[in-house]
């Protein structure tokens, strides 16, 4: 009950995303009712990369990654850098990373040795050093026991940044992504904070190519199908403004949810009735571990038996990790939802 209480409350937060890692990434939302029956919508709208600011200084030069930076003869060129506002005087030697998806991106960008700690909920890449340390209900005394020289959050509940900056820790905040573009930007954050802009840049060359050549594979097998991603057993789903929804309009799938949330929250929560009445081709669904989701069991709620999702077997399970981190893995996803849509007939042929 514990675990299913969590989930409810991480759908109910501004990445709306459900499931365990989840309530590591997440910030505070507020319920609005939805104006279309049957369905209702529960979260906040959606939250892009933070505003870039950047300190004007001389001999100061500005990325479009929101980063300045300025160096004396004989001090590293690339410090000290101000990233979204937050001034990184050197190269940080002691990350602590209380976002899963910071932390995947950090190793993903060789910055793997310069952290020393990572939250509960960080369990990928297996080299990162977890701690019992919370993203969600961060405590600073915790925190700052580890002496680092920056921290990475995805969320700050309103005493994190200021408490850590009065002990003169740098502290970058990434909210939820929004869109592929947005967790492009922020690896790139990453890369400028760790000293590691190269390699940030190399990896987001790479995801891009990675990704136009799986689009380019599969087409655009997507185009006249409908599609419900199921975050949780409670029928929340995500719409097309978030970053779960950018991931199947590369297929050019319509949501089901769109319509469903005419205030444009990202996350609005489904009836059964809405579902059956609009009939999407596929259903994606997450969960599976948390909720005990399966085919099975969804092919078994009332009613659903004649959904033709159900009907000609396009239930796919999308694992929870992938699709609530805007990290390096979001490939995986990508290939996921392509392999899932390459198997179907063409909407005029079903």
């Given at each position: 009950?514990?675990?299913?209480?969590?989930?409810?409350?991480?759908?109910?937060?501004a990445?709306?995303a459900?499931?365990g890692?989840?309530?590591?990434?997440?910030?505070?939302?507020?319920?609005?009712?939805?104006?279309?029956?049957?369905?209702?919508?529960?979260?906040?709208p959606?939250?892009?990369?933070a505003?870039?600011?950047?300190?004007?200084?001389?001999?100061?030069?500005?990325?479009?990654?929101?980063?300045?930076?300025?160096?004396?003869?004989?001090?590293?060129?690339?410090?000290?850098?101000?990233?979204?506002?937050?001034?990184?005087?050197?190269?940080?030697?002691?990350?602590?990373?209380?976002?899963?998806?910071?932390t995947?991106?950090?190793?993903?960008?060789?910055?793997?040795?310069?952290?020393?700690?990572?939250?509960?909920?960080?369990?990928?890449p297996?080299?990162?050093?977890?701690?019992?340390?919370?993203?969600?209900?961060?405590?600073?005394?915790?925190?700052?026991s580890?002496?680092?020289?920056?921290?990475?959050?995805?969320?700050?509940?309103?005493?994190?940044?200021?408490?850590?900056?009065?002990?003169?820790?740098?502290?970058?905040?990434?909210?939820?992504?929004q869109?592929?573009?947005?967790?492009?930007?922020?690896?790139?954050?990453?890369?400028?904070?760790?000293?590691?802009?190269?390699?940030?840049?190399?990896?987001?060359?790479?995801?891009?190519?990675?990704?136009?050549?799986?689009?380019?594979?599969?087409?655009?097998?997507?185009?006249?199908?409908?599609?419900?991603?199921?975050?949780?057993?409670?029928?929340?789903?995500?719409?097309?403004?978030?970053?779960?929804?950018?991931?199947?309009?590369?297929?050019?799938?319509?949501?089901?949810?769109?319509?469903?949330?005419?205030?444009?929250?990202?996350?609005?929560?489904?009836?059964?009735?809405?579902?059956?009445?609009?009939?999407?081709?596929?259903?994606?669904f997450g969960?599976?571990?948390?909720?005990?989701?399966?085919?099975?069991n969804?092919?078994?709620?009332?009613?659903?038996?004649?959904?033709?999702?159900?009907?000609?077997?396009?239930?796919v399970?999308?694992?929870?990790?992938?699709s609530?981190?805007?990290?390096?893995?979001?490939?995986?996803?990508?290939?996921?939802?392509?392999?899932?849509?390459?198997?179907?007939?063409?909407?005029?042929?079903?």
């Amino acid at each position: 009950m514990r675990i299913k209480h969590l989930l409810l409350l991480v759908v109910l937060l501004a990445f709306g995303a459900a499931c365990g890692s989840q309530a590591e990434e997440i910030a505070p939302a507020e319920t609005v009712p939805a104006e279309t029956a049957p369905a209702t919508a529960q979260s906040a709208p959606p939250t892009t990369a933070a505003e870039v600011s950047t300190t004007e200084v001389s001999t100061t030069e500005v990325s479009t990654t929101g980063v300045s930076t300025t160096a004396a003869e004989g001090e590293d060129p690339e410090f000290p850098a101000t990233v979204n506002g937050v001034v990184i005087p050197e190269k940080p030697t002691a990350i602590v990373s209380m976002s899963p998806t910071a932390t995947e991106v950090l190793f993903a960008i060789g910055a793997g040795g310069q952290v020393i700690a990572v939250d509960a909920a960080s369990d990928y890449p297996p080299e990162a050093p977890v701690t019992d340390l919370s993203g969600f209900q961060p405590n600073l005394e915790a925190v700052a026991s580890y002496r680092p020289d920056l921290v990475v959050i995805s969320w700050d509940p309103g005493e994190v940044e200021a408490g850590l900056g009065a002990l003169g820790i740098p502290v970058l905040i990434q909210t939820p992504a929004q869109s592929i573009e947005d967790a492009y930007l922020q690896m790139l954050q990453l890369g400028d904070a760790a000293g590691r802009r190269t390699e940030a840049e190399e990896l987001v060359s790479s995801i891009r190519e990675e990704i136009e050549g799986l689009v380019g594979e599969y087409g655009a097998p997507g185009s006249g199908l409908t599609y419900y991603h199921e975050v949780d057993d409670t029928l929340f789903s995500a719409a097309s403004n978030t970053f779960i929804g950018s991931v199947y309009a590369l297929f050019g799938l319509e949501n089901i949810a769109d319509s469903a949330d005419p205030l444009g929250s990202g996350y609005p929560q489904l009836s059964a009735e809405y579902i059956l009445e609009t009939d999407p081709h596929l259903i994606f669904f997450g969960c599976a571990l948390w909720c005990g989701t399966t085919a099975e069991n969804i092919a078994e709620r009332p009613g659903w038996s004649t959904l033709r999702a159900v009907a000609g077997g396009a239930l796919v399970e999308v694992d929870d990790d992938l699709s609530s981190r805007w990290g390096p893995r979001l490939i995986e996803f990508v290939r996921l939802v392509g392999e899932a849509l390459a198997a179907r007939p063409p909407a005029g042929e079903q």
